[in-house]
Nanobody, 122 residues
């Protein structure tokens, strides 16, 4: 379990954009495959995007073309740029880290920190 902290959530209208940030100390974002997942009320967790240690990225079909995962090694931070947000994107967003490449490709992350809430209204 990494001591990551998520931030950047907010309330926006449909079509809006947000940029989420995940950071922390005691680890490097290049040591693991890192990614983002969300959980909406009453629903299970949904893996959204991941970045492998070599920088390869993977996306869920539901966000492909709208969300972009990136990292800043100097700032030891992971980002999720979210554009054209829709009501169904509402939920609590978490970042996570995995070692196994198979989990990275499957976007299979466990919730780690407190998460950051995104609310999209029409």
């Amino acid at each position: 379990q990494l001591p990551q902290v998520e931030s950047g959530g907010d309330s926006v209208q449909t079509g809006g954009s947000l940029r989420l940030t995940c950071g922390g100390s005691g680890f490097s974002v290049t040591w693991y495959c890192m990614g983002w997942l969300r959980q909406a009320p009453g629903k299970g967790r949904e893996g959204l995007a991941s970045m492998a240690r070599d920088g390869t990225t993977y996306y869920a079909d539901s966000v492909k073309g709208r969300f972009t995962i990136s990292r800043d090694v100097d700032k030891n931070s992971l980002f999720l740029q979210m554009n054209n947000l829709q009501v169904e994107d509402s939920g609590t967003y978490y970042c996570g880290a995995v070692v196994a490449d198979s989990r990275c490709r499957r976007l299979d992350f466990d919730k780690g920190g407190q998460g950051t809430q995104v609310i999209v209204s029409s």
